[in-house]
Each structure stands twice: as structure tokens, then as C-alpha cells.
């Protein structure tokens, strides 16, 4: 794998991340056979959302805990999970059953939902991110209310994992699609992932010294230019909206708002003028315009 990631790193961008179902389908497509994918355990234990959209947290709320006094404590027993419990958290082992939150997610809006049936963390996550967005993420003390609000008695899976694997560029997806009995352990030169390409793509555990082919991705500059015609009220009537300032707020309002929706990317924003040099033009001027344009050809013909 080492020799994979090398290879990947100098001809390409990396070996591949995979973010979600679609990219395995892409893949499934594409080869067949084990192959190396940008996985391998750190040796480094660390907690994670399941939900690792950047666009979903503000700067800090990826951090936000709420730990019972003590916790977290078993790492070594196999408590890798989260569970709310009147409104406090405490690790417990994966494979137990609980109920369960997920969430609805709208931008940067949420809403939490409550799953009485009993599962295991894992089971959890497949059925939140098939029915909902994902798992809970919990980024505020606010929400944290909000979760605890939504669960009527005991204790319930949240979003929170501690998982040692993590991807060869630096990506934090907590994307996973292990096949059954998947990773059965941890450590060693046992510690690097293949995926099973061509069949249903699930993901093993292989020794890293293995000689397979691997999938490497590339980063490509993506360019597109969308023109969009847009019609204000103006609500003050003494408001220039070609006032240079004017349109340059109005620009800075629209990408917050684009943000706030999940877009990503660079995205650059302009106005487009006018042959006379303006970008806004009142409508009944637009009309008057075209009623002269109709009387000369008339007066032509």
C-alpha cells in the first residue's frame, strides 16, 4: 500500500477516498478485484461525527462534548460509542442496542428524530443516513437540549465515534462500508483496506504489504458560468441599487446565503452591466423603452 499511496501522490492527487454509496457504485463500475483504497489504521484513537460535512459545523462546533464526569473510560474494552443520557454522553461498545436520534439537516438548520427500535450503533447509522441526513451531531449546548428533549427515557445512540482509521490525504469522511465481521481487529501490518471492486465493494482488512492494484483520484479544476436575471422591490425609495456599496453588500448577503444552503466550492459572484453602464433598470422604463421601439418601426414601415 505504501507503494500505491507513492505512486498516487506523484501522478495523480492520492489513493481514493470514499465519501458515500455513490462513489462505491462509481467504483464497482470501473474495476473488479481487490484493490487498494486511501484507508489504514493510524494506531491513533480519535472521536468523530458521523455526519463529517464541513459545511454543517461552524468554527469550534465539531468540538462541542458533553461527557458524564469520567467519561469517556473504556477505550480498550471496545466502547468506541456515544449515548445520550439525560442529556450527558458516555462511551459504550458498538454492539449493544439502543434506541437511537437521528437528524433532518437543511442547510444549517436541524431536526432531530427519535427511533424507539433497538440497534447497534452501526445499524443505527445505516438506517439514520437512509431514512434521514446521518446520526445526530450535536454542536451546541442549545442542541443538546434539543436532543435530550426528544428522548423519552433512557439512553440513545448519538453521532460520536472514536475510530482509528482514517484516509490517506487527510480527509475527514466517516464514510464506511466494511463487510461482515470488518475490521475483526486492529494494529500491526494488518492495518490497510481493500476494496472488493467489481462485487458488492465492501471493504476488508489486508496486511499492507500486499502486492495489489489500488484506485488513485485526481482533483480537477471544475469552471462553469451561470447567468441569472433577478427582479427587487426596493422597500426604500431613496435607495440607489447602482450605488457601487449598495451592489457590493447585496453580493456579500447572496453568498452567505449560498453558504448557509451547503454550496461549496469557490464560488465567485458578479453583476453583469448594461450597455449603459448600469446593472438595475426600473421595469416601467424597460416597458417605455419597448413601446418606442414598436411606434418607430411602425412610423418605418
Same mark, same amino acid.
Given at each position: 500500500?505504501?507503494?500505491a499511496?507513492r ?24 474495476a ?18 458521523? %455526519? ?10 465539531? /468540538?462541542?462534548r ?14 468506541? =460509542?456515544t449515548?445520550?443520557? @439525560?442529556?450527558q454522553?458516555?462511551?459504550?461498545? =458498538? ?9 433532518? $439537516? +437543511?442547510?444549517?438548520?436541524?431536526t432531530f ?15 439514520? +443516513? ?7 451531531? &450535536? ?7 434539543? $436532543? ?6 433512557g $439512553? ?5 465515534? +472514536? ?9 475527514? @469522511? ?24 467489481? @462485487?458488492?465493494?465492501?471493504?476488508? #482488512?489486508?496486511?499492507?504489504?500486499l ?9 480537477l479544476? &471544475? ?5 441569472? #436575471? ?32 451547503? $454550496?461549496?466550492?469557490?464560488?465567485? %459572484? ?7 453602464? /448600469?446593472v ?11 413601446? /418606442? ?9
Amino acid at each position: 500500500m505504501t507503494e500505491a499511496q507513492r505512486y498516487c501522490r506523484e501522478k495523480h492527487t492520492d489513493l481514493a477516498t470514499i465519501h458515500n454509496m455513490q462513489n462505491v457504485k462509481v467504483l464497482n463500475n470501473t474495476a473488479a478485484n481487490f484493490y487498494w483504497i486511501g484507508l489504514y489504521d493510524g494506531g491513533l484513537y480519535s472521536w468523530k461525527w458521523s %455526519l463529517s460535512d464541513t459545511s454543517f459545523y461552524r468554527d469550534g462546533e465539531k /468540538k462541542f462534548r458533553q461527557w458524564f464526569p469520567g467519561q469517556p473510560n473504556d477505550v480498550e474494552n471496545g466502547e468506541h =460509542c456515544t449515548v445520550m443520557d @439525560s442529556g450527558q454522553w458516555q462511551d459504550y461498545n =458498538c454492539n449493544r442496542r439502543f434506541s437511537s436520534v437521528c437528524m433532518d $439537516v +437543511r442547510g444549517l438548520n436541524v431536526t432531530f428524530v427519535y427511533i424507539s427500535t433497538l440497534m447497534t450503533w452501526t445499524e443505527a447509522q445505516s438506517y439514520c +443516513r437512509e431514512h434521514h441526513t446521518d446520526l445526530a451531531s &450535536v454542536r451546541t449546548a442549545a442542541e443538546n437540549q434539543k $436532543v435530550d428533549n426528544v428522548i423519552p427515557a433512557g $439512553v440513545a445512540w448519538i453521532g460520536l465515534f +472514536r475510530d482509528p482509521w482514517i484516509w490517506s490525504d487527510g480527509s475527514n @469522511s466517516s464514510f464506511r462500508y466494511w463487510a461482515p465481521g470488518q475490521p475483526n481487529n486492529t494494529g500491526g501490518k494488518d492495518a490497510c483496506v481493500a476494496a472488493d471492486l467489481g @462485487s458488492d465493494g465492501k471493504w476488508y #482488512k489486508n496486511p499492507c504489504d500486499l502486492e495489489r492494484p489500488f484506485v488513485c483520484y485526481a482533483l480537477l479544476p &471544475v469552471t462553469t458560468k451561470q447567468v441569472i #436575471k433577478v427582479r427587487l422591490v426596493r422597500k426604500d425609495s431613496s435607495l440607489d441599487l447602482n450605488d457601487p456599496a449598495v451592489m457590493e453588500q447585496m453580493l456579500k448577503e447572496v453568498q452567505q446565503r449560498l453558504k448557509d444552503q451547503g $454550496v461549496k466550492g469557490d464560488v465567485k %459572484l458578479s453583476w453583469r452591466k448594461q450597455a449603459d453602464g /448600469k446593472v438595475f433598470h426600473k421595469e416601467e422604463e424597460e416597458e417605455e423603452t419597448k413601446e /418606442k421601439k414598436t411606434r418607430r418601426k411602425r412610423d418605418e414601415f
